[in-house]
């Protein structure tokens, strides 16, 4: 892979249209913006008291991934068990090399398969429908049966879920590192629709 020019940049983004079912969107949304720098995470309180977050990746490949939790369960990630796809390439995590080309020479031009500034994402509003989720997930990646992973999927496509949308308006990149760049900082917008979340 060639490596990425050294310095700040601005990428240009495209957008990369992500495989799967996209959420669907009822109502207004409570919107939010933000900006994050390398290191730093993102939190911003939900009306109802979940929590928005963008955590960083500080492993392997730096970035960010977008989380909904209750600050009871600050484990649980009230996205990643309603948001497909459940194996590879998801949504909920930014990295630059969703932005780049595949020699990691520009902006991606479709010959990279990733998201791109634009996130769109499902999640659980309480614990217990995350608990359902987790478990019908499980069932499903790991059946036990044929038979089992159908009923867990029909259970999984049950559970009541809101849906968002994360589009990266900014991203500054870095110094590139080996084969890799990395994400300086990053500016965002975030809409949320989750009709019980609104004020009377």
Not at 143 to 163: K, T
Request: proline letters at 7%; charged letters at 20%.
């Amino acid at each position: 892979m060639t490596r990425y020019p050294i310095g700040l940049l601005i990428l240009l983004l495209v957008s990369n249209s992500l495989s799967g079912d996209e959420p669907l969107q009822n109502g207004s949304p409570s919107v939010l913006s933000g900006a994050v720098s390398r290191l730093e995470d993102f939190q911003h309180e939900l009306p109802g008291g979940l929590v928005f977050t963008l955590e960083f990746i500080a492993y392997g490949p730096e970035g960010w991934a977008i989380r909904i939790f209750d600050p009871a369960y600050p484990s649980d990630n009230f996205c990643a068990v309603v948001t497909p796809p459940y194996r590879g390439i998801n949504a909920l995590q930014i990295y630059a090399w969703h932005f780049l080309n595949e020699y990691g020479t520009g902006p991606n031009d479709g010959s990279v398969n990733a998201p791109g500034e634009e996130r769109r994402f499902y999640f659980v509003t309480d614990k217990a429908s995350y608990d359902a989720a987790f478990e019908a997930l499980s069932a499903m990646l790991w059946p036990e049966s044929s038979e089992a992973q159908e009923a867990a999927a029909i259970v999984h496509d049950g559970i009541h879920r809101e849906s968002g949308i994360l589009t990266v308006t900014e991203i500054v990149a870095g110094d590139a590192s080996g084969d890799s760049v990395q994400i300086e900082s990053m500016a965002f917008d975030v809409e949320l629709f989750i009709p019980e979340l609104h004020e009377p």
